[in-house]
């Protein structure tokens, strides 16, 4: 049986109809767990939800992600509600302490590039994790090709994790099928710079320039990054693909007297 994965964005909008026959087709479904704390906890609570005894609003009250929309977790909930489904989370290798230090940075230094480079080094120790993350699930995953040779197995994904995990799903020898939640995917571009990172890609100026811009862009408009549907992203990217450096760099300074606090 091929082992399938569905990388999306993690928002409602995850759920198409692909999904729904990936998902009614698999007997095995993994998800992501960023931090192994408390992950034998929440697949036994998920595993309780699949064979219907709890709910999908109980689950809820457990559910804290500091950078998922709730309503991501709630259609998922429902979507595994009585699913009797084997429900599997990832290990992995990363704490909360080190999940909580990677989504903030402190931006100290004097000059505007200074700062850039701060959010720059802050990119690259996020891609970092990601790699530490990606490199232990694709062990996993090996583990349970094995272990569930006669199941179908479904993985859900976040799509920053697709260049990277893939890789090193083929270097172990593993044969998958991918499936994404929307061609092309859409994303921010903080995001794209980390999965470029994680894979060997470097990034420029202007890129970093652009998600700062991004994040600012969501900050005045009052949306929560988290949150944000992909009409809402691309409004909100539309007139910051046309700007220079130097445009960029004005945007942001008369965005805010302060560097931004970046938390997403």
């Known amino acids: 049986m091929p082992l399938r994965l569905y990388f999306s964005l993690h928002t ?15 007997q095995i479904f993994v998800l ?9 906890l929440d697949e036994y609570l998920y595993s309780l939800l699949s064979t219907g005894k709890t709910t999908p609003s109980h689950m809820m009250s457990y559910i ?7 309503a991501f977790y709630q259609k998922l909930c429902e979507m595994i509600d009585r699913s009797n489904k084997t429900i599997l989370l990832e290990r992995s290798p990363l704490s909360a302490d080190e999940i909580k230090s990677m989504l903030s940075v402190d931006f100290k230094e004097a000059t505007f590039d200074q700062n850039l480079d701060i959010y720059k080094r802050k990119l690259a120790e996020r891609a970092n994790c990601h790699r530490k993350r990606d490199e232990s699930f694709a062990r996993q995953l090996k583990d349970y090709c094995q272990k569930y040779r006669d199941k179908e197995i479904l993985v859900m ?15 172990n020898a593993i044969q998958f099928d991918s499936y994404l939640s929307h061609n092309p995917m859409p994303g921010d571009t903080q995001t794209e710079i980390i999965s470029k990172m994680e894979c060997g890609g470097n990034t420029n100026r202007k890129e970093l320039l652009t998600a700062l811009a991004e994040l600012m862009a969501f900050k005045r408009a009052g949306y929560d990054p988290k949150k944000h549907t992909i009409a809402q992203l691309k409004e909100l990217q539309r007139p910051l693909a046309t700007l220079s450096e130097e445009q960029l760099e ?3 300074n008369e965005s805010s007297q302060n560097s931004p606090n970046i938390t997403s």
Do not use: I, M, N, W
């Open 64 to 70: 804290s992600d500091p950078l998922t929309d709730p």
């Open 250 to 252: 004005r945007y942001l």
């Open 12 to 26: 409602p909008e995850a759920f198409t109809q692909e999904f729904d026959r990936l998902f009614s087709q698999a």
């Open 157 to 171: 994904r976040g799509a920053a994790h697709q260049c990277a995990l893939e890789s090193y799903l083929k270097s």
């Open 32 to 40: 992501e767990h960023a931090s192994g704390s408390d992950v034998d």
